[in-house]
C-alpha cells in the first residue's frame, strides 16, 4: 500500500506525550469522529454479516442437505475437497477464463477512458453506449450470445465460412466455450470499468496536462508520466475488484449451461469455482460441500489479492509483470531520463 | 502539486521555428488523430450496443421469432402486445415503484455511508485505520451464497420477513464502496486542502461535507448509480424474503413469467427492457457528475 | 485479540448446537397468510389450471377456507427448502416438480396423504404415477398432478425428402428395437444428412425413462455396477448412436431450436408437454411433425406433483383442495386450458378433452400420448440420482469431446461412486 500523502492524523500523534495512561484513553478521545465515520460498516456487517459468515464456517464442518439435521463431520469436507478433481479443473478453469477476459478488459477500459476524455463530441452518448453492457439481463444475453457463436447457425460461424476458414465448435468444445464466457465477461465489464478510470481521469487536474503541453510532452508522456501515476490509487481498485469478479465467475457460464443437465458445459469447460460451489449446494443439496469451497475459494481470493496488490501499488516494478501498463512505463523509464511525477 | 517533466529536446525548438508548417503538421496530426479515436470509438460502440439492440428487437418478437433461424435482427410489430401481456401477468407497477424506493434508499444510504468511511480512512490516519481496513477487504472476499438460509432465520427473528427492511438495511453500507471511494479520496484529495480546511477550525463532519464530498463527486456519483444499479438487479435474496405477492421487487416479478413448460419469451425480453430503461435514465443523470472538473483552481501549486 | 477470538469460538459452538437442532428450535414459526381462513399455496406460472384457481380463491369446494395462490417463478426449490430449513412462511400447500425425489431424505416435511384418506382415490390415477409419489419407506406423500408420457417426434416432410416411409405407423413399425431406430437413423443421415435427436443424451435419457429398472433400488443399493443393468444398456445404445452419427451434437437450446426449425434434426423423443414448446418456438413447422412410437415403449419425462407440509393449517381442507383439484372432470378442464397432462385416467374417457390438431397435421396427439401413458411402466426415481448425474455429463463427452467411451463410462461410475460415499452410500 502506498502511502504517498502524509495524511493528517499522524503528524499530531507524533506530538503526544507517550504516557501508557494517556494513550490509551486519548485514541478513542482524538479520534471519535472517525470511528464514527467507520462504525456504520462494522456495526452492519456484527448485526447482519457476522451470523452467517459463522454459520457458513461451521457448515463447512459439517454435512447438511439444507433441510434436515446436521451432521458433523470434522474435516471430511476439505479432504474430499483436496481430492476431487471437478473442483481443481474448476479452478483451472476460473483462472484461465480470468486470464483471457480480465486482463484484455482492463486494457480495453482504460484506452477507452483514455479515448473518452479527449476532446470529442456526444461523449454523453459514448457513455451510455458503454455502460449499456453492464445493465442488460444477463439471461437475455446468453440467448443473444448463444446465437451469435452457434455452432451451426451462428454469426461467427458464417462469418469465417465467408472468410473461407473452418468453423469453430464454440458450444461444444471445452476451450470454445471459454473463449465465448470470456467475450460475454469482457462485453459486459468493460464499459463499467472504463467509467470507473473516466472518473479518476476527471479527478486528474486539467493544469497538469496544460503544463506538460507548454513543456512540450506528447500524448504518450502524458499518458505514462502524469495520468497513469496519478490513476495508480484508482487502477489498483478496478484491479482488485477485477481480481475478486473473475474469481467469483458465476452469471455467465450459469445462463448458458445452468439449466441443462450438465452445468459445466462440454466436458466441464465453463465450470467455475462459484458455479461448482452453487451446483453442490443448489443443485447437490450438500451444503456442507458448498461452504467448504466457498472457504477455499475465500483462501484463494485472499492470495490473489495480495499478490495484484502488491503488484499495482509498488512504485518500482522489476522482474516480471502481469501488469502490462507497469511495462509500459518501465520502458518509459528506460528511453528516458527517468522523471517521477511527485504526485500529493 | 507540483509536475516535473523534462525539458524537450533541441528539434523541437527547430520545428517551432517555422509556423505554418508546424501548424499543418500538427493540424493534419491531430486530424488524424481525431479520425482515428472517432473511428476507434465508434466500433467499441457498436459492439457494446449490439447484443442490446437484439434485446430491443426480442421485445418486440414473438417466442417464434426469437428463436427462429435464421435470427431476425429486425424489429417486430409485437412489442406493445409483448408489453400489455407482463402487465397482465406481473403486478408490473406496483413492483417498479418498490424497487425504486428501494434502491434509492440504499444508493442514498451507501453514498452517505460509505463516503464517511472513505474519507476517514483515505486522508486521516488512527489507530488500528489499517487492521480495520484489511478487515474490511476480507469482508469484500467473503462467499455471499451461503448464507441464504442463517439470513433468512435472521429476518424471520427480527420480523422482517416480506419487509423491504430486510432489502435496505443490511446493505447500508458496504465494503466495495468505501474501498473504491476510499482509492478517490487518495486520487483527487489533496492533502493540503484537508490540511488548510483544519487550520480554518472545520472538524472531520464538516471537512467531510464541505470538501471531501464534492471532490470525490465522481466517485460518488459512480457508487450511487451503481449501488442503485445493483440493488434493482438483486434476484435471489429479495426472491427468498419477499413472502407477500403484492409487495415484490421487479426482479422476483420477472421472474414469475417462467412457466414450467412453456415460456413465452417475447414477454420475458419485453420485461427485460422495462427492467433496464429506468436503469439507462438513472446512469444518464447520475453520470453528468463525471463531466465536472474537480478541484480545478482549488489549489495552485 | 483474544477478545474476539473467544466470542467467535463460542458463538459458533452455540451456534453449532442451533444448527444441529435443525434451526427450528429457536425463533417462533411465523405464518404465511394472517388470514385464519385462508390457505397459501405455492405454484408456478400454468402448472395449475387458472379457472380452477379463481373457483378457489373464493371457497376451496367442501370447506370453509378459501386459497390465496402465489406463484414462485425460478428457484422455487431453493425458496420452498429456505423456508422449510428456517421454518418460516411455510406455504400450506405446494407444487413439487418431477424432482420429487430430492424431498424423500426430508420427507417428514410432507404430510402422509394416506392419513388423510389418500387410498380412496388411487383407483383413479395411473399406478406408475401413484407410485413415484411414494417413499422408499412406503409412505404416500406427493399426490399427482400432471404427467409426461413419451413418444418420437419426427418431421414428416424431412421422412419424404429421405425416402423413408412416414406415417406414424410405419415409423413406429420401423423402430421397435433401439438397433432398428439406429439403422432409421443412418438412413435419414444418408439420404439427408439429418439427425434422429438432439443429442445422444437425450437418447441415453429416454431408455431410462422407459425401463422399469433405473439406477438405484429401493434400498438405496446402485444398479449400474451389476453385470446387466438398464444403465449399462442404455450406455451402450447411447454409443452405438454416436459412433452411427445419428444424433446432431446440438447441445445448447439456440442450436437445438435452429436445428429443429430447420429439419438438420428432424426428431425428438421427449414428453407430451413438448409439443407446447415447439409450437411457441417454431410455429411455421405447423402441421409437418408426426408422433411414433419410441422403441420398445413408452417411458414418462417430467410431470409435476402437489403435496402438503407439515406446518399447513388445515390439513383436511388441504386434501380436499388436491382431490378437487385432480378429480377427472377439473384435469381434463385443466388440459384443455393450459394443456396439463391428466394423470386420472377417467379424464379421456369423459369425452371433453379437446385435442390440439392442426399441429400434427391429421394425427391426433391425445390419442396417441393415452396410449403412450398406458405404457409406461412403473418405476423407482431414487433421491440419489441426483448425484448420478456424471453418466449424462459423460455421455456428453463422449459425444461432443469425442472421449473414449469405455474410460467415460468407467469416469461416471467411479465418479457416481465417489459422490455417494460421501453421502453415506455403502458402494
Not at chain 1, 117 to 133: C, D, L, Q, S
Not at chain 1, 316 to 330: L, P, T
Not at chain 3, 49 to 65: F, M, Y
Request: aromatic share 14%; proline share 5%; with cysteine.
Amino acid at each position: 500500500m502506498t502511502v504517498t500523502n502524509p495524511a493528517i492524523g499522524s503528524a499530531r500523534a507524533a506530538e503526544e506525550p507517550s504516557t501508557t495512561e494517556r494513550r490509551s484513553r486519548n485514541p478513542f478521545k482524538r479520534f471519535w469522529p472517525q470511528y464514527v465515520a467507520v462504525a456504520p460498516f462494522y456495526i452492519l456487517f456484527l448485526v447482519f454479516g457476522m451470523f452467517p459468515l459463522i454459520f457458513s464456517i461451521w457448515l463447512s464442518f459439517n454435512d447438511w442437505d439444507g433441510m434436515g439435521q446436521m451432521k458433523f463431520v470434522g474435516l471430511a469436507q476439505y479432504r474430499f475437497l483436496i481430492t476431487d478433481s471437478r473442483f481443481w479443473l474448476a479452478v483451472g478453469n476460473t483462472f484461465l477464463i480470468w486470464i483471457m477476459s480480465t486482463i484484455p478488459m482492463l486494457f480495453l477500459a482504460l484506452v477507452i477512458a483514455f479515448l473518452l476524455h479527449t476532446n470529442i463530441r456526444a461523449k454523453g452518448f459514448y457513455r451510455v453506449a458503454f455502460f449499456i453492457p453492464n445493465v442488460t439481463s444477463a439471461v437475455a444475453m446468453a440467448i443473444v450470445f448463444g446465437s451469435i457463436f452457434s455452432n451451426s447457425f451462428g454469426i461467427i460461424n458464417s462469418f469465417l465460412n465467408w472468410l473461407h476458414l473452418s468453423q469453430v465448435p464454440w458450444l461444444s468444445n471445452p476451450w470454445g466455450i471459454k473463449v465465448v464466457i470470456a467475450v460475454m465477461v469482457i462485453w459486459r465489464w468493460t464499459g463499467y470499468n472504463s467509467i470507473i478510470y473516466l472518473a479518476g481521469l476527471q479527478a486528474v487536474s486539467t493544469e497538469l496536462y496544460e503544463a506538460a503541453r507548454v513543456d512540450g510532452a506528447n500524448n504518450w508522456h502524458i499518458f505514462s508520466r502524469i495520468t497513469i501515476p496519478m490513476l495508480r490509487p484508482v487502477i489498483l481498485f478496478t484491479v482488485i475488484t477485477s481480481t475478486v469478479g473473475g474469481l467469483s465467475l458465476f452469471t455467465e457460464p450459469q445462463v448458458l449451461f445452468g439449466n441443462t443437465s450438465n452445468i459445466g458445459g462440454p466436458a466441464d469447460g465453463g465450470l467455475t469455482i462459484v458455479l461448482y460451489q452453487y451446483y453442490q449446494a443448489f443443485n447437490q443439496f450438500d451444503f456442507g460441500y458448498g461452504a467448504a469451497i466457498a472457504w477455499a475459494l475465500f483462501i484463494i481470493a485472499v492470495v490473489f489479492a495480495i499478490i495484484n496488490w502488491r503488484l499495482v501499488s509498488e512504485r518500482e516494478v522489476d522482474g516480471q509483470k502481469v501488469f502490462k501498463v507497469s511495462r509500459k512505463q518501465r520502458a518509459a523509464h528506460a528511453s528516458a531520463e527517468p522523471t517521477e511525477v511527485a504526485a500529493k | 502539486m507540483t509536475t516535473t517533466v523534462e525539458t524537450p529536446p533541441a528539434a523541437t525548438t527547430t520545428r517551432l521555428g517555422d509556423p505554418t508548417k508546424t501548424s499543418a503538421n500538427a493540424r493534419t496530426r491531430s486530424l488524424v488523430g481525431r479520425i482515428v479515436t472517432h473511428v476507434c470509438i465508434i466500433i467499441g460502440v457498436m459492439f457494446s450496443i449490439f447484443p442490446f439492440y437484439w434485446l430491443l428487437v426480442m421485445s418486440t418478437q414473438t417466442t417464434a421469432q426469437i428463436f427462429g433461424y435464421p435470427p431476425k435482427l429486425w424489429f417486430s410489430s409485437h412489442l406493445w402486445q409483448n408489453l400489455t401481456q407482463v402487465t397482465h401477468d406481473i403486478p408490473l407497477f406496483q413492483s417498479l415503484l418498490n424497487t425504486f424506493l428501494v434502491s434509492l434508499a440504499v444508493a442514498v444510504l451507501v453514498m452517505f455511508f460509505d463516503s464517511l468511511a472513505a474519507f476517514a480512512f483515505g486522508k486521516y490516519e488512527f489507530p488500528g485505520k489499517n487492521g480495520l481496513f484489511v478487515l474490511l477487504l476480507a469482508t469484500f472476499l467473503v462467499p455471499g451464497s451461503l448464507s441464504l438460509v442463517p439470513s433468512f432465520v435472521l429476518m424471520s427473528w427480527l420480523g422482517w420477513t416480506g419487509s423491504f427492511a430486510a432489502l435496505i438495511v443490511p446493505g447500508a453500507a458496504n465494503a466495495f464502496g468505501i474501498f473504491l471511494l476510499r482509492q478517490f479520496a487518495q486520487t483527487s484529495i489533496p492533502n493540503e486542502m484537508v490540511e488548510s480546511a483544519r487550520v480554518d477550525g472545520a472538524g472531520f463532519f464538516r471537512t467531510w461535507w464541505s470538501i471531501g464530498v464534492p471532490m470525490m463527486r465522481g466517485g460518488v456519483a459512480f457508487l450511487g448509480i451503481f449501488t442503485f444499479i445493483t440493488t434493482w438487479n438483486d434476484y435471489v435474496w429479495p426472491l427468498i424474503i419477499l413472502v407477500n405477492p403484492r409487495r415484490l421487487t421487479l426482479q422476483v416479478a420477472l421472474s414469475q413469467l417462467n412457466a414450467i413448460y412453456s415460456t413465452n419469451f417475447g414477454e420475458v425480453m419485453a420485461g427485460a427492457v422495462i427492467s433496464v430503461v429506468p436503469l439507462i435514465g438513472i446512469f444518464i443523470i447520475g453520470s453528468r457528475h463525471f463531466i465536472a472538473n474537480i478541484a480545478a483552481g482549488a489549489i495552485k501549486g | 485479540m483474544a477478545f474476539s477470538r473467544r466470542s467467535l469460538l463460542a458463538g459458533a459452538a452455540g451456534l453449532g448446537a442451533l444448527a444441529a437442532g435443525g434451526l427450528s428450535a429457536c425463533g417462533s414459526r411465523t405464518s404465511i397468510s394472517s388470514d385464519p381462513n385462508e390457505l397459501v399455496i405455492w405454484y408456478w406460472d400454468r402448472s395449475i389450471d387458472p379457472a380452477l384457481l379463481s373457483i378457489a380463491a373464493k371457497q376451496i369446494p367442501g370447506t370453509r377456507r378459501h386459497l390465496r395462490a402465489d406463484i414462485i417463478g425460478g428457484s422455487f426449490d431453493t425458496k420452498l427448502r429456505t423456508s422449510l430449513a428456517g421454518n418460516a412462511y411455510i406455504p400450506d400447500l405446494t407444487n413439487i416438480n418431477s424432482n420429487v425425489s430430492l424431498y424423500f431424505p426430508n420427507e417428514d416435511m410432507f404430510l402422509d396423504l394416506d392419513e388423510l384418506g389418500a387410498q380412496n382415490y388411487k383407483h383413479l390415477y395411473f399406478d406408475w404415477k401413484w407410485e413415484l409419489g411414494v417413499t422408499p419407506t412406503n409412505h404416500f406423500r406427493f399426490f399427482p398432478l400432471d404427467t409426461g408420457p413419451t413418444g418420437f417426434y419426427y418431421r414428416q416432410d424431412v421422412f419424404d425428402k429421405a425416402k423413408i416411409p412416414s406415417d406414424p405407423e410405419s415409423v413406429g413399425a420401423a423402430m421397435k428395437t433401439w438397433d432398428e431406430f439406429i439403422e432409421l437413423g443412418q438412413k435419414l443421415k444418408r439420404n439427408v444428412g439429418s439427425f434422429m435427436d438432439i443429442t445422444a443424451g437425450q437418447l441415453f435419457g429416454q431408455y431410462i425413462n422407459a425401463s422399469p429398472q433405473r439406477y438405484f433400488d429401493k434400498a438405496g443399493k446402485p444398479l449400474y455396477m451389476n453385470e446387466t443393468s438398464t444403465i449399462r444398456d442404455a450406455w451402450n445404445m447411447a454409443v452405438k448412436a454416436i459412433k452411427a452419427g445419428i444424433t446432431g451434437n446440438q447441445q445448447v437450446s439456440t442450436d437445438q431450436n435452429a436445428a429443429w426449425e430447420s429439419g438438420k434434426t428432424a426428431g425428438h423423443i421427449e414428453a407430451v408437454w413438448w409439443a407446447q414448446i415447439l409450437g411457441d418456438t417454431a410455429p411455421d413447422t405447423k402441421g409437418k411433425w408426426r408422433l411414433a412410437k419410441q422403441p420398445v415403449r413408452a417411458g414418462n419425462s417430467g410431470g409435476s406433483f402437489i403435496c402438503i407440509p407439515h406446518t399447513c393449517k388445515d390439513p383436511e381442507a388441504a386434501f380436499k383442495f388436491i382431490t378437487w383439484l385432480n378429480n377427472p372432470q377439473n384435469q381434463a378442464q385443466a388440459f384443455n386450458n393450459i394443456q396439463l397432462f391428466p394423470s386420472a385416467e377417467d379424464s379421456f374417457t369423459l369425452g371433453t378433452m379437446k385435442s390440439n390438431t392442426g399441429f400434427f397435421g391429421d394425427q391426433d396427439p391425445l390419442t396417441f400420448f393415452l396410449e403412450a401413458a398406458k405404457e409406461v411402466p412403473t418405476s423407482f426415481i431414487s433421491t440419489y440420482e441426483a448425484q448420478a448425474a456424471f453418466f449424462g455429463t459423460e455421455i456428453t463427452n463422449v459425444e461432443a469431446a469425442g472421449k473414449n467411451p469405455d474410460r467415460a463410462w468407467d469416469d461416471a461410475v467411479a465418479q457416481t461412486n465417489k459422490i455417494l460415499r460421501k453421502r453415506g452410500v455403502h458402494v
